[in-house]
C-alpha cells in the first residue's frame, strides 16, 4: 500500500517533530514554510516533561544539553539596577527533580532540522494559498511551487495560521487578547553576567535580559488591552507601542529602547491564547500554537513536541482513519494543554505584577521558591504535600511566545 502524504504547513518546533515522527512511522511528510531558511533567533525556551522523553526516543537529548544555556539565576533589580530578589534556578530545578533544559529557540530547532531534514522534503520560501478537501484527500495550491494533493494536511504555522484560516475561518473567532504584548530583540552583544537573567519590573512591565549562549537578548512585556488596528507584521507601530509603553523607564531601559528603535529582527505581538472547539475538520487537523497557543507562558515549546509525538502516533495507530486518529490525538493532548491555559493568571502575576506592592511581595517571596518547588515535587509523589507555585516564574522566564 502506498505510504500516506502528509503535507505539515510549518517548519517549527512543532512541525519538524512532527515531520520526524511521521517518517518514522512510515508516513510521507512534506514541510512548507514561508520563510526562506531555518530560524535561527528567538528566545531561550525549555524543553521539560513529556518533551524530554520525546527527545530522548529521537536520540537529541544529549545536543540539546550540549546547546544549553549556563543562566543559574533569576536577578530581580531595581531602578537603579541594585539586586532585590533572586531565584537560584539550578536550586529548583533539583528540589523538584526535573530534567529539563533551557536552550535558545534556534538552536532547538536546527537540531530539530537535523534530525528530520533527511526524512522529509522542506519548501522553503513558499507557503499554502488555497485548501480544497473531498473524501479522499486534500487539493494544495502554493504562493509559488505546483499545486499538488495530499491524504491529510497539518497546520503547525503558529498563532496567525493560515492553515487555521482557510479550514476553520478568520482569527478573530479563536485568538484571544490576553491582556498583554511582548516583544524581543538581540543586542548583539554579550550580556555583562553569562549566568543570570535580570529582570527589571514597574506596575505593569517587565524588562529582561537574558545571556542566551553569549549573545543577549532582551525582552519586554506590558499589560495593555488590545490594540485597535494592531498588526503583528507592522515594525514601525511595533516601535512605536514599545517606546511609549516604557518611556520614562528606568534601569537600562532607555539604552535598551534605543536598540529597538534601531532593530531589525524585533519580534512583537499580542500575548494570546488559541482556542478551539475541534482541532481538526475533515482532513485538516492543527497543532502546536495553532490548536492552542496557551499564551506567553505556557511551555510552548514543550507541548508542540509532545503534541507532535502523541499526534503522529495516533495516525500510525490507526492507518486508513484519520478522524478515529485525531480525535485520540486531540483527547490525549488536551489534558496537557488544559491546565497551561487555565494558569496564566496566577504565572502573569509572578513575571509581571500589575502593582507596586506586588512586585514588592513577589521580590520578597522569591527566596523561598526553591522551597516550594521541593514541596511540589514531593506533592506530586504524595497527595496534599505541596504545590509548584515557586517553580512557575522559572518556567516564565524569557521564553518565546510562538512554536
Not at 482569527?171 to 553569562?194: C, I, K, W
Amino acid at each position: 500500500m502506498t505510504s500516506r502524504t502528509v503535507l505539515i504547513s510549518g517548519a517549527g518546533i512543532a512541525g519538524q517533530t512532527l515531520a520526524h515522527w511521521l517518517s518514522r512511522h512510515g508516513l510521507r511528510p512534506t514541510v512548507v514554510e514561508r520563510a526562506g531558511t531555518q530560524r535561527s533567533s528567538g528566545s531561550p525556551v525549555d524543553v521539560r516533561g513529556r518533551a524530554v522523553e520525546v527527545a530522548e526516543r529521537m536520540g537529541i537529548m544529549l545536543k540539546l544539553r550540549e546547546a544549553s544555556t549556563d543562566v543559574t539565576d533569576l536577578r530581580f533589580v531595581n531602578a537603579s539596577g541594585k539586586r532585590v530578589g533572586r531565584v537560584n534556578v539550578r536550586a529548583v530545578r533539583r528540589a523538584s527533580g526535573s530534567r529539563e533544559v533551557e536552550i535558545p529557540r534556534g538552536d532547538l530547532a536546527a537540531i530539530l532540522h537535523e534530525a528530520s531534514r533527511d526524512h522529509a522534503e522542506f519548501l522553503y520560501g513558499d507557503s499554502i494559498a488555497t485548501l480544497s478537501q473531498d473524501e479522499h484527500g486534500v487539493d494544495v495550491t502554493f504562493t509559488h511551487a505546483a499545486p499538488r494533493r495530499f491524504d491529510l494536511v497539518i497546520g503547525a504555522d503558529g498563532l496567525h495560521s493560515q492553515v487555521r484560516r482557510l479550514a476553520f475561518g478568520p482569527e478573530s473567532g479563536f485568538v484571544r487578547h490576553m491582556g498583554m504584548y511582548v516583544a524581543t530583540t538581540s543586542l548583539d552583544t554579550p550580556a555583562d553576567n553569562q549566568r543570570d537573567v535580570v529582570l527589571h519590573n514597574t506596575p505593569g512591565r517587565l524588562v529582561s535580559v537574558h545571556p542566551s549562549r553569549g549573545r543577549a537578548l532582551a525582552f519586554f512585556v506590558f499589560r495593555s488591552p488590545a490594540v485597535p488596528g494592531f498588526d503583528h507584521r507592522d515594525s514601525s507601530q511595533h516601535k512605536r507601542l514599545l517606546t511609549e509603553a516604557f518611556a520614562g523607564g528606568g534601569w537600562q531601559v532607555p539604552e535598551l529602547l534605543g536598540r529597538v528603535r534601531a532593530a531589525d529582527d524585533l519580534f512583537f505581538d499580542s500575548v494570546s491564547q488559541v482556542r478551539l472547539d475541534h482541532w481538526s475538520h475533515g482532513r485538516v487537523a492543527l497543532l502546536g500554537d495553532a490548536a492552542s497557543c496557551v499564551s506567553l507562558f505556557g511551555d510552548g515549546s514543550t507541548l508542540a513536541m509532545a503534541g507532535a509525538d502523541t499526534l503522529a502516533a495516533a495516525l500510525a495507530a490507526t492507518p486508513g482513519d484519520h478522524r478515529s486518529a485525531f480525535r485520540h490525538y486531540e483527547a490525549a493532548h488536551r489534558e496537557l494543554v488544559g491546565p497551561k491555559q487555565r494558569g496564566i493568571g496566577r504565572a502573569a502575576a509572578l513575571i509581571v505584577p500589575a502593582t507596586r506592592p506586588g512586585i514588592l511581595a513577589r521580590d520578597l517571596g522569591s527566596r523561598l521558591w526553591p522551597l516550594a518547588a521541593a514541596g511540589g515535587w514531593l506533592g506530586q509523589r504524595l497527595p496534599g504535600a505541596g504545590n509548584a507555585t515557586g517553580r512557575e516564574i522559572v518556567h516564565a522566564r524569557s521564553t518565546s511566545p510562538t512554536t
